[in-house]
Structure formats: structure tokens, C-alpha cells
């Protein structure tokens, strides 16, 4: 199989997981995913990620008692052996004065793939990650001792799945790609 093939057959099996086993994640698997995200690519090479791995079961707890926002159960995150926060560092130039000229802001971006690293890489090891994007960043900057310049901007929960992840439905590639113009499918 070619590497293009393997990577598809990756990015095809990575979906949202929740339900976990409760046996702890080895400190090397994480370590790999951390290695993953550390390697993206950042506008100016700024790199401003930060992950905190919460494995404490007191703090996941806390986390999810008082992190989440109301209304959106998430009974999974509770099983989840691992927390992972996302954050970055805010550059003066690259993430406060480039997106006021060109209305991007470039911490998504780079948190976006940086995350998106991590997960490919959670999920060829064999376990399962969920971005969570529901949650209060104060409570969770105090819990997590976050100094002021750091934001939050996502949680992971990260662990070995409870149950093969179903298929999600995905659009069809003529649907969201184009070429040259709207109108025109590729």
C-alpha cells in the first residue's frame, strides 16, 4: 500500500470517540502524539501551542464539573483516561497585528493542524480522540494553573476506544471541492 493509500485509510478510520476503556494511556503513545503536533507547520513558524495532558483523575473530574458549559451532556468525557488542552501563546506580530490586516486569525489555523497532527497520529496508535469545543476557559485556565498569556482554545479527550468507531458520513468530494471557480466542480 502506498503511503497516500495508508494515509486515506487513516484519515477514513479517525472519528469522534466516545466511549473509553479505562486502562491509562502509556506516557509513550502520548509522548508520540505530542512529537506529531509538535512537527506542523505555524504561520511564521511562530509555533504557538501549548498542550497540558491531564491525567489526574481528581483535575478530569474537576474538568468536567466545572470546565463544561451547561446543556451538552458528555457522559464519555468522564471515561476519558486522558484531557489534553490546547493553547497557544499570542504572538505580538503573527496573532495580534497580522489578523487585524488580513481578518485570519492564525492561532486557529495553527492550532487546527497542530490538533489535527496530534489526533492522526492518536489514531494510529490505536486510540480515540474527541475535539471538544464546549467548555468555559476561565475555570479551565484556573484549574490548569494557565498563565494569562495562554489561551485555551480546545479540549481532546483522548484514550482506547470502548466500542469500534462507526462510520460518519462525510459529503461527496464533488460537493465541497471546485475548480478555479464556484460553479465548477472538480
Same mark, same amino acid.
Given at each position: 500500500?502506498?503511503? /497516500? #493509500? *495508508?494515509? =486515506?485509510?487513516?484519515?477514513?478510520?479517525?472519528?469522534?470517540?466516545?466511549?473509553?476503556? %479505562?486502562?491509562? $494511556?502509556? !506516557?509513550?503513545?502520548?509522548? %508520540?502524539?505530542?512529537?506529531?503536533?509538535?512537527?506542523?507547520?505555524?504561520?511564521?513558524?511562530? *509555533?504557538?501551542?501549548?498542550? /497540558?495532558? $491531564?491525567? !489526574? @483523575?481528581?483535575?478530569?473530574?474537576?474538568?468536567?464539573? +466545572?470546565?463544561?458549559? @451547561?446543556?451538552? @451532556?458528555?457522559?464519555?468525557l468522564r471515561q476519558a483516561p486522558v484531557i489534553v488542552? =490546547?493553547?497557544? #501563546?499570542?504572538?505580538?506580530?503573527?496573532?495580534?497585528?497580522?489578523?487585524?490586516?488580513?481578518? $485570519?486569525?492564525?492561532?486557529? $489555523?495553527?492550532?487546527?493542524?497542530?490538533?489535527? +497532527?496530534?489526533v492522526l497520529a492518536a489514531d494510529a496508535l490505536?486510540?480515540?480522540?474527541?475535539? /471538544?469545543?464546549?467548555?468555559?476557559?476561565?475555570?479551565?485556565?484556573?484549574?490548569?494553573? =494557565?498563565?494569562?498569556?495562554?489561551?485555551?482554545?480546545?479540549?481532546?479527550?483522548?484514550?482506547?476506544?470502548?466500542? #469500534?468507531?462507526?462510520?460518519?458520513?462525510?459529503?461527496?468530494?464533488? !460537493? /465541497?471541492?471546485?475548480?478555479?471557480?464556484? #460553479?465548477?466542480?472538480?
Amino acid at each position: 500500500m502506498s503511503n /497516500i #493509500e *495508508q494515509f =486515506i485509510k487513516l484519515a477514513e478510520h479517525r472519528t469522534s470517540c466516545r466511549a473509553y476503556r %479505562q486502562d491509562p $494511556v502509556p !506516557d509513550e503513545m502520548t509522548r %508520540q502524539c505530542l512529537e506529531a503536533a509538535r512537527l506542523a507547520p505555524s504561520a511564521c513558524n511562530k *509555533q504557538p501551542w501549548r498542550f /497540558i495532558v $491531564v491525567t !489526574d @483523575p481528581v483535575l478530569r473530574k474537576e474538568i468536567c464539573d +466545572h470546565g463544561l458549559l @451547561p446543556g451538552l @451532556p458528555m457522559p464519555w468525557l468522564r471515561q476519558a483516561p486522558v484531557i489534553v488542552a =490546547i493553547c497557544a #501563546e499570542t504572538s505580538l506580530v503573527t496573532h495580534k497585528i497580522a489578523p487585524v490586516l488580513s481578518k $485570519v486569525d492564525y492561532r486557529l $489555523v495553527d492550532l487546527g493542524i497542530a490538533g489535527e +497532527h496530534f489526533v492522526l497520529a492518536a489514531d494510529a496508535l490505536g486510540l480515540g480522540t474527541c475535539w /471538544i469545543g464546549w467548555f468555559r476557559e476561565k475555570p479551565v485556565k484556573k484549574l490548569l494553573d =494557565i498563565p494569562r498569556n495562554i489561551r485555551v482554545f480546545s479540549l481532546l479527550s483522548m484514550g482506547f476506544p470502548d466500542k #469500534e468507531p462507526e462510520n460518519s458520513s462525510r459529503f461527496a468530494l464533488e !460537493d /465541497i471541492a471546485f475548480s478555479n471557480k464556484w #460553479e465548477n466542480p472538480l
